[in-house]
Each structure stands twice: as C-alpha cells, then as structure tokens.
Nanobody, 123 residues
C-alpha cells in the first residue's frame, strides 16, 4: 500500500499563502482520486479538495476560489495551493486516497491517516 507523507504547513498571517505537498512512496498513477482533508480542534475531519486521475477537481464551498489542488503523477505528489488564508482554515491537513461515493456525494478516504501537517492562520 502506498504511504503518504504531508508537508508544507506552518504559521501564516491572514491573507497569506501556503503550498502543501503530499509525497507518495509509490506510483499514484493508478489511484483514481487523491484528496486533502482537514481537522480543526474540536471538529470532525472534513474534505477540503479532491482531484481525480483525469484531472477533475472538487472543492469544499469554504475553500473554492482560494485553494487549488493538483497532482503530479510523474513525481508521485499531490499539492494543495492555499491562498487568501483565513483564521478558520487553521487545522491539521491530511492527504489520502479517495473514492467518490454517489450515495453521499463526496470523496471518502480509503487509506490509513498519516501525521498530517499543521496549518495555523493567525496574526
């Protein structure tokens, strides 16, 4: 099973930007969908963005227009470019393999969760 390691988090002021990376230990070429999730203190983990093998992207309403997900199959890496960051974006961010559920109309995570990377937006 492919192992995923997240990086790129940190402390940033409101309005700032960060780029998260998710490096896979093996090829992600055959993985249908990759996604970023986040979990804020005291809240449930939620889907942030997903990208399919065909390049179709999906975003949570709260980040659409500010975040951009992309995948580089040659480098076995998935990225999350986060712009115009807000304090409410503060959370631990995780990446995972995902599958789209037509029943729940969302991308459900498939693999084990990694350590994640902490993003803190504060002045």
């Amino acid at each position: 099973q492919v192992q995923l390691v997240e990086s790129g988090g940190g402390l940033v002021q409101p309005g700032g930007s960060l780029r998260l990376s998710c490096a896979a230990s093996g090829s992600i070429l055959s993985i249908n969908a990759m996604a970023w999730y986040r979990q804020a203190p005291g809240k449930q983990r939620e889907l942030v963005a997903a990208v399919t093998s065909g390049g179709t992207t999906n975003y949570a309403d709260s980040v659409r227009g500010r975040f951009t997900i992309s995948r580089d199959n040659a480098k076995n890496t998935v990225f999350l470019q986060m712009d115009s960051l807000k304090p409410e974006d503060t959370a631990v961010y995780y990446c995972n393999r995902a599958i789209y559920s037509s029943f729940s109309r969302t991308f459900a995570a498939l693999g084990a969760w990694g350590q994640g990377t902490q993003v803190t937006v504060s002045s």
